[in-house]
């Protein structure tokens, strides 16, 4: 009985401490890469993609249906409320 109960400890020590392992160690990976590239040591990395494609701004009927969608999900949302829409 011990041995499953210790067992099942280990495992469950192992998925918290991990991951956690893993961040620092990932962490401590893009730190090194940020301060070679800011002393000039390897060279900064930029954008090698199609720069019209690369356009984020969207056009105005884009913008106009993204805030349709987002006061139709407050109206939504208000409407779950006990007391209604505010």
Known sequence: MNEGVLAIGIVVAAMIVVPIIYKVIVKAVQDADYKRQVE???????????????????TAESIDAFKESCDAELRMRGMQNIIGPK
């Open 40 to 58: 000039g040591k390897i060279p900064t990395r930029t954008f090698k993609g199609n720069v019209e494609s690369a356009d984020t701004t969207g």
